[in-house]
C-alpha cells in the first residue's frame, strides 16, 4: 500500500509537534522571551506614547524575524544523521519531509506571532485595523519562514556544517517576506491599498514551496 505524500507530510509534522509539546521550547522558552525582547524596546528609548505607536509593528516583525530563526534552528536540530537515514530506508518522500517540517514550524511561528502580536498590542498601542487581513498576513510569514528554515537546514545537513550556519542562510532571505509584511502591516495602519504586498508574499511563499519541493531529494542524497 503506498502512502500519499500529503498523509507522509502530516505525519512529519505531527511528530514535530509532538516532539515540540513534550520539550515545551517554543511555548515556555521562545515566546517569553520573545514577550521580554519587546518590554526593552520601552526601557531603551523612553515612554513617549506617540513613537512607541509609529515603531510599535516595525519592531514586532523585527521580533518575529530574530525569534523565528531561532525556532526555525530548533527545528533543524531535532532530527540526527541517524534518524534521517532511518526515515529514508522507510521511504519517506524527501518532499513530504520538506513539508512536514515547513508545516510544523509554521504552525509554531504563528502561535509565536499571535502571543508576541498581543504583547505588542498592549505595549506600543498599535490600532487593531483590518484584522481579517491579519489572518492572511501572520501565515504567510510564518509559512515562509517555516519553509525557509526547512531548506537551509537541508542545506546545512548536506553540507554537514551543523545548525550554527541556519541563521546567516534564513536572515538574508526572510527580509524580502518582513519587508512585505511590514508595509502591508503600515498600509492598514495608514489605510492604504495592501493587496499588491500580499500578493508579493504569496508569491515569496508559493516560490519557496517550488525550491523546499525541488531541491529535498539532491540535497537528501548528498548527504
Not at 508595509?183 to 495592501?194: N, T, V
Not at 508579493?200 to 508559493?206: A, D, Y
Request: net charge positive.
Amino acid at each position: 500500500m503506498t502512502v500519499s505524500m500529503w498523509s507522509q507530510a502530516r505525519s512529519v509534522a505531527r511528530r514535530d509537534l509532538i516532539r515540540e509539546r513534550r520539550r515545551g521550547e517554543v511555548l515556555w522558552i521562545t515566546v517569553p522571551f520573545g514577550a521580554i525582547a519587546l518590554l526593552m524596546f520601552p526601557l531603551a528609548i523612553g515612554t513617549d506614547a506617540r513613537l512607541l505607536e509609529q515603531i510599535g509593528p516595525g519592531v514586532f516583525w523585527v521580533i518575529v524575524m530574530l525569534f523565528g530563526i531561532l525556532i526555525s534552528i530548533r527545528q533543524a536540530a531535532t532530527e540526527t544523521t541517524a534518524q534521517r537515514d532511518a526515515l529514508a530506508l522507510l521511504g519517506l518522500d524527501p518532499a513530504a519531509g520538506f513539508a512536514g517540517r515547513s508545516i510544523s514550524a509554521a504552525a509554531l511561528l504563528f502561535v509565536f506571532e499571535v502571543v508576541v502580536g498581543a504583547v505588542a498590542f498592549v505595549l506600543y498601542d498599535i490600532p487593531l485595523i483590518g484584522i481579517p487581513w491579519l489572518f492572511v498576513i501572520l501565515p504567510l510569514v510564518a509559512l515562509g519562514l517555516g519553509m525557509l528554515g526547512s531548506i537551509a537546514a537541508g542545506v546545512v545537513a548536506a553540507g554537514h556544517s551543523g545548525a550554527g550556519l541556519v541563521p546567516f542562510l534564513v536572515a538574508p532571505l526572510s527580509v524580502p517576506l518582513l519587508l512585505a509584511a511590514t508595509q502591508a502591516f503600515e498600509g492598514l495602519r495608514l489605510g492604504r491599498p495592501i493587496l499588491n504586498w500580499v500578493l508579493l508574499m504569496v508569491i515569496i511563499v508559493l516560490v519557496l514551496a517550488v525550491i523546499g519541493t525541488l531541491t529535498a531529494r539532491p540535497l537528501q542524497e548528498s548527504r
